[in-house]
């Protein structure tokens, strides 16, 4: 089946440091990647769409300029946390939209566990 | 809006035994329902879904239904094994008539007891 790579898995940062998430579909074009928050024991909280070539969509209350998003291929997207604090620490998990095969189904990375000191 | 509610929260089943998951929806739009476990510390997996022209879908031992009439789909997991023990989201959204997003269910820990 389709396959979602997100990397880093597991990240520290100091305060005040940026760090980036990469999240890639690797056995199908993805011309439409979401970038989720996920509070330990809740449901996935959407913070932005990611459109290939074009600027990100952000949902209400997720600041664009603090979160980052870059799609710049149609096969990655990279979400980069600016000017870290320990209140963005959180599990962090891109999906991909694949079109393909007369579908429209999306699949989701592993996740990436940011950890900020 | 999209509204997706998912009961129950947190559910146990002894092993062998079957597990249903409901979820009502909102939207009349919406015609594509996946089905996602996560299992802790990893991203969601899609286990099965189902769209909008189809009421009931099988897959071994997983089967999800939908009853557009009424906005509610469910999982349902027969001869439940302890490693079927996850979260299990459901979710909606207007799939094919090119929306973005999926808008998710709370969730319900399954827990099920050797």
């Known amino acids: 089946g389709a396959v979602v790579s997100q990397h880093p898995s597991r990240v520290i940062c100091k305060s005040g440091t940026s760090v980036k998430i990469e999240c890639r579909s690797l056995d199908f074009q993805a011309t439409t990647m979401f970038w989720y928050r996920q509070f330990p024991k809740q449901s996935l909280m959407l913070m932005a769409t990611s459109n290939e070539g074009s600027k990100a969509t952000y949902e209400q209350g997720v600041e664009k300029d603090k979160f980052l998003i870059n799609h710049a291929s149609l096969t990655l997207s990279t979400l980069t946390v600016t000017s870290a604090h320990p209140e963005d620490s959180s599990f962090y998990i891109c999906?991909?939209?694949?079109?393909?095969?007369?579908?429209?189904?999306?699949?989701f990375g592993e996740g990436s566990w940011l950890t900020v000191v | 809006g999209e509204n997706v509610e998912q009961h129950p929260s947190t559910l146990s089943v002894q092993e062998g035994d079957s597990a249903v998951i409901k979820c009502t929806y909102s939207?009349?739009?919406?015609?594509?329902f996946p089905w996602y476990k996560q299992e802790l510390g990893k991203g969601p997996q899609l286990i099965i879904d189902i769209r909008s022209n189809v009421g009931e879908k099988k897959d071994q031992r997983i089967a999800v239904t939908l009853n557009k009439t009424a906005k509610h789909f469910s999982l349902h997991i027969t001869e439940t094994q302890p490693e079927d023990s996850a979260v299990y989201f459901c979710?909606?959204?207007?799939?094919?008539?090119?929306?973005?997003?999926?808008?998710f269910g709370t969730g319900t820990r399954l827990t099920v007891i050797p």
């Open positions: 939207d009349s739009a919406s015609n594509y």
């Open positions: 979710a909606a959204s207007r799939g094919q008539t090119g929306a973005n997003n999926l808008f």
């Open positions: 999906s991909a939209r694949d079109r393909g095969r007369g579908g429209n189904t999306i699949y």
